[in-house]
């Protein structure tokens, strides 16, 4: 196979971007600003649930549970996309996985 060949796909895929060393993975500061700031009402909620009148532990439960479901069906669905998306425009599956930017 010639060589203009087998860069045709590198070039077309690519786009000559690089990696981001260092800026990709779990905590950054938009999970930060997440955690710390956007998900205080769900916090506030959580602990009514249990600390408020009248309290009903097995909603609460039964409401952390739906909660959990839906936070890992949110993450695992997203990581997967990430890797699928990095494996089809970038070469390969993103940094926590494999190296930094295209083999």
């Not at 260092?22 to 600003?33: C, K, M, Y």
């Not at 532990?57 to 839906?70: A, D, E, F, P, R």
Request: hydrophobic share 45%.
């Amino acid at each position: 196979m010639s060589p203009a060949l087998t860069t045709i796909p590198t070039e077309l895929l690519y786009h000559g971007y690089d990696g981001t060393a260092g800026f990709t993975g779990f905590p950054n500061e938009g999970t930060w600003v997440i955690f710390a700031i956007i998900l205080v009402p769900v916090y506030i909620m959580l602990a009514a649930w249990f600390l408020g009148k009248p309290r009903d532990t097995s909603s609460g439960l039964l409401g952390v549970g739906y909660l959990v479901g839906l936070t890992t069906s949110m993450w695992v669905g997203m990581f997967i996309l990430t890797v699928l998306i990095g494996v089809v425009f970038y070469g390969g599956p993103p940094e926590p996985i494999s190296s930094v930017g295209p083999p």
